[in-house]
């Protein structure tokens, strides 16, 4: 028996008895296991995990958990590594599925209802920092969401892919040109939303009851709009579950053109974690600013 199952039996009271591999995970090993009790569980686990990088995951699951809008797996268990064994995340086994005929319309209308639970401020509840997959990110709060979009987020990214040579100098300084004009692009003032923060295709799924899953989040209180955007980055989504969403919960006017904008922190991580293949895509995103 490996570490990670007597660590997991352990930490659940219930030793394990069968293991599967589960594909599709990116950083992560990803199994489901079987109980001694019958029960299944599914588990990630990483040799190298960040420090609370699991257990801010776990945190991050709850708070989406807590307004009961969308279904987010329960947490088991969350560990770091130690002598038991490596760090790990146990989640309740969510068995996919296929997407029913309500997919979308559940999907688009529980999103807006999880934004608008809201957030104590521009920043997690209690500011704790936690990971966009393997990048750190810092939500101190800020008194306003153009000071927190810039602060926390871009610059950061900016300044991590500027000191890796990823980013040229001057679409470095295109950047910091339309951080500097923050305040004047992100339309009329929200309240903190509770968002997802990393909301592409690939973090959320039909469950095997056909309802919407998600799964992986990087939650902050932030702007709703940036989960939007994040979901047109990269495809994935239908089109009715925007207009679910917006009829559940009609956004600013002007939001359309605030979509490239919003683009640009998932834009900026991707080149920290893929490298410069991303900075034609980031570099079109900035032309709508500039």
């Not at 588990?43 to 609370?52: I, M, N, V």
Request: aromatic fraction near 8%; proline fraction near 8%.
């Amino acid at each position: 028996m490996s570490l990670l199952e007597t660590k997991v039996g352990s930490l659940l009271g219930d030793p394990v008895v069968r293991t599967e591999p589960v594909a599709g995970g990116d950083i992560n090993n990803a199994y489901a296991f079987t109980l001694a009790s019958g029960q299944r569980v599914f588990a990630k686990s990483h040799r190298a995990a960040l420090p609370e990088m699991f257990v801010r995951e776990a945190e991050g699951l709850a708070w989406l958990a807590e307004p009961n809008a969308v279904r987010v797996p329960k947490v088991l268990a969350a560990s770091d590594a130690d002598d038991a064994g490596p760090a790990c995340l146990v989640l309740e086994y969510i068995a996919r599925g296929s997407a029913d005929e309500n997919y979308a319309e559940i999907l688009g209308q529980g999103l807006a209802a999880l934004h608008r639970a809201g957030a104590p401020g521009f920043g997690h509840a209690h500011a704790r920092p936690n990971y966009l997959a393997t990048l750190p990110q810092d939500n101190t709060a800020e008194p306003t969401w153009a000071a927190f979009y810039v602060e926390r987020r871009l610059k950061p990214l900016l300044d991590r892919a500027r000191g890796a040579e990823i980013v040229p100098s001057e679409l470095a300084a295109r950047v910091r040109r339309v951080c500097d004009r923050m305040p004047s692009l992100i339309g009329p003032e929200e309240p903190p939303a509770r968002v997802h923060g990393d909301l592409w295709g690939g973090n959320c799924f039909a469950a095997d009851s056909g309802e919407p899953v998600l799964i992986d989040p990087a939650v902050y209180g932030g702007h709703r709009e940036i989960d939007l955007a994040m979901m047109r980055l990269f495809g994935g989504f239908p089109r009715r579950a925007f207009d679910a969403y917006n009829e559940t919960y009609p956004l600013q006017p002007g939001h359309e053109g605030r979509v490239a904008l919003y683009q640009l922190y998932p834009l900026l991580a991707h080149v920290n974690l893929f490298g410069a293949s991303y900075l034609p895509q980031l570099d079109r995103a900035l032309a709508h600013y500039m």
